[in-house]
């Protein structure tokens, strides 16, 4: 089994979604975990920020159930199977007064905030748990985010990994380059996320083949809410896709080097 850790509702497929199409036409079976696909918390109170990215969105007040919605077409088109995590996206976690830890664009490529919940996400039993709710196998494939762009919860989900490594040595971890973030902010990005990332790893180019591409590009093409944040339309996207594929060979992981 390959199991995915997605940050967001659309991040597996941008990232990886001709290798997991081509995993799954040859029969092996994928498991994306979208993790932070939690609900807004009651008291959550709108920012300018969250009100943007809503009415950019165009699902209404309470698009969570929409997020989720895209992301089971697209993944399930890919062959996958899709599961939701409980954390509340960036934008909407609070302190323990309720006040926004991401109220703004800019705070959400900052460092983790100190009080924030998710933190605690790369607890030991936090990660006996999910392995076991998934019925994750020393011989299964874990991959995790590289965090390239800095994205808080990137970050975090990065950091989950990790630790993921630290408890369960044995199973095989990739990091995936962070797409389009990788293109947004280049290969210097790259190497300062491998930087960050203080363990050492080795690069892995998956061939995708000219079919996998496209199913790629459909997939992503079902998270209709978020094409605008970074396409002025499903052609250019289709087209960076491709072209991006075809510039770094496929699609870029780093395998994690443990100690022999």
Request: net charge negative.
């Amino acid at each position: 089994m390959h199991f995915f850790l997605s940050p967001h509702f659309d991040d597996a497929a941008l990232s990886c979604g001709g290798q997991i199409a081509q995993l799954t036409q040859r029969g092996e079976k994928v498991v994306v975990f979208t993790v932070m696909a939690g609900d807004p918390p009651v008291e959550f109170q709108h920012t300018p920020f969250t009100q943007e990215l809503h009415k950019r969105w165009g699902l209404g007040n309470s698009p969570i159930e929409g997020r989720r919605l895209e992301d089971t077409i697209a993944l399930r088109s890919l062959g996958a199977d899709v599961k939701f995590g409980p954390y509340p996206d960036a934008v909407y976690r609070v302190d323990g007064q309720g006040q926004p830890l991401y109220p703004e664009s800019t705070s959400i490529f900052g460092p983790v905030h100190p009080d924030d919940p998710v933190r605690g996400a790369k607890r030991a039993a936090v990660i006996q748990t999910l392995l076991m709710l998934f019925s994750v196998s020393d011989q299964d494939y874990i991959h995790v985010p590289l965090a390239v762009g800095k994205h808080v919860d990137h970050v975090l989900v990065r950091d989950m990994g990790k630790a993921l490594s630290q408890w369960r040595p044995n199973n095989p971890i990739f990091f995936y380059e962070d797409y389009p973030y990788t293109r947004q902010h280049g290969k210097n990005a790259v190497l300062e996320s491998l930087a960050d990332l203080d363990v050492r790893a080795t690069p892995v180019v998956h061939l995708v083949d000219a079919t996998a591409v496209e199913i790629k590009i459909a997939a992503i093409s079902c998270y209709k809410s978020q094409l605008s944040s970074f396409w002025e339309n499903r052609e250019a996207m289709g087209n960076e896709v491709r072209a991006y594929i075809k510039q770094m060979g496929g699609e870029l992981e780093w395998r994690l080097i443990t100690e022999a």
